[in-house]
């Protein structure tokens, strides 16, 4: 079954405490993305990837990292989490870089840091 | 900048009810324009999209039209059931750049028996 799969789905922890949420897709995807979303906000993106060893800034990347040594994972990097970084997490994945192409989801990570 | 303005919810609805969800875009190119649903606890779904001026998109008996004139991507159902009851996002994706969805809040739907 074609999917993109996040771990943890959920997860509590505290300030300062490094965590990785990891992202993985099964379709042979190029593009990858990380999105955050908040309540009356939508989805942002934090960070993306056309392809292995290229990736680039979204619109709020602050405080997140990302790598892509491998096309299938895309993983997202919370070096040092702060409270205003609670929030659902998603990541996406899509053939190509034409728009006419969907990103399909993964079911989410929800953080919360303390 | 590029955005996507669309109707508040939460949008309440008795069964079979007409729905309509407006959504318009700004954007300094010519993008794809999407709609995806999330229900309670998902992830997000496509739920159709349209790529270039005039087309539209269907399924599960949604539908919304590509208007270019009016940079408006609408979506309809002449008549809605509770398992439609979610968060609809309207979005759009260009072919330079990030090549990112760019969402708008979303509209959540509530639809009563």
């Known amino acids: 079954e074609a999917q993109v799969t996040q771990n943890p789905r959920y997860l509590i922890t505290v300030t300062g405490k490094k965590l990785t949420v990891t992202c993985s897709q099964n379709m042979n995807h190029e593009y990858m993305s990380w999105y955050r979303q908040d309540p009356g906000l939508g989805l942002r993106q934090i960070y993306y990837s056309m392809n292995v060893e290229v990736t680039d800034k979204g619109d709020v990347p602050e405080g997140y990292k990302v790598s892509r040594k491998e096309k299938r994972n895309f993983p997202l990097i919370l070096e040092s989490p702060s409270p205003n970084q609670t929030s659902l997490y998603f990541c996406?994945?899509?053939?190509?870089?034409?728009?006419?192409?969907?990103?399909?989801f993964g079911e989410g990570s929800r953080l919360t840091v303390l | 900048g590029n955005s996507v303005t669309q109707m508040e919810g939460p949008v309440t609805l008795s069964e079979e009810a007409f729905l309509t969800i407006n959504c318009t875009y700004t954007a300094t190119g010519y993008p794809s324009l999407f709609w995806y649903v999330q229900y309670p606890g998902e992830g997000l779904q496509l739920l159709l999209k349209?790529?270039?001026?005039?087309d539209k998109g269907s399924n599960k008996g949604f539908e919304a039209t590509y208007r270019k004139e009016t940079t408006s991507f609408h979506l309809e159902k002449g008549s809605v059931q509770v398992s439609d009851s979610a968060v609809y996002f309207c979005a759009f994706r260009m072919d330079t750049g990030r090549r990112a969805l760019t969402f708008g809040s979303g509209t959540r739907l509530q639809v009563q028996p």
């Open positions: 349209a790529t270039k001026a005039d």
């Open positions: 996406a994945s899509s053939t190509g870089l034409a728009r006419t192409g969907e990103l399909f």
